[in-house]
């Protein structure tokens, strides 16, 4: 019995192979990556409507590219709550707007590719924090609405290894950056 122990013990980890994935550990791959593109898309829309005023939320003369805000509208005027007086003071502000639609793009780019979802979930989920924190109360339940929903979706994102599947989660991943810098996986 002690020669067979000391044999597996000895066994290098990369001769031993993999398991097999089964169909439901695919299938569940293939709904995170689903959700981490419909996110991603959600994110990258809001920056094109907002940027080229595209008709659906923001009319083209507010576009940002016309001169319009991007934060001026919200945070000016439909903000409510313990944190109105702070959003109103930033609505407007030209670092609000940059770090808004970078932040929109960032996001949505690295979801759509399946790179940096870390950060991605990271900066999307304090976005959409800071977004929930706007409407304090909820118009429709005492505390909880989507902007949550949709941040802890991004943390089960960034848990799953998400943009691994229909993605270049794991190419990004070789990168000697991300190699030396885990966090940008």
């Known amino acids: 019995m002690e020669t067979m122990t000391a044999t597996i013990e000895r066994t290098p980890a990369a001769t031993i192979a993999p398991a ?29 409507d907002k940027m080229f005023g595209l008709g659906h ?41 940059w770090l808004f639609m970078l932040g929109l793009l960032g996001i ?14 990271v900066t999307g989920g304090l976005l959409l924090v800071l977004m929930w924190t706007a409407v304090l109360p909820p118009e429709n339940n005492p505390f909880m609405d989507d902007h949550l929903i949709y941040a802890g979706l991004l943390a089960g994102l960034a848990l799953v290894g ?20 885990p966090w940008l996986k």
């Open 57 to 97: 939320e923001t009319p083209a003369k507010n576009a940002w590219i016309n001169g319009g805000s991007p934060t001026k509208g919200f945070l000016g005027n439909a903000v409510a709550g313990p944190f109105a007086d702070v959003y109103h003071d930033i609505a407007g502000a030209a670092w609000a707007d």
């Open 162 to 181: 998400a943009g691994n599947t229909l993605g270049l989660g794991r190419a990004w991943a070789k990168l000697p950056l991300v190699q030396r810098l």
């Open 108 to 121: 949505g780019v690295a979801l759509l590719l399946g790179i940096g979802t870390r950060v991605a979930a």
């Open 20 to 48: 097999a994935e089964t169909p439901r550990q695919k299938a569940t791959r293939y709904v995170w990556a689903g959700l981490r593109l419909a996110l991603g898309w959600t994110f990258l829309w809001a920056f094109l």
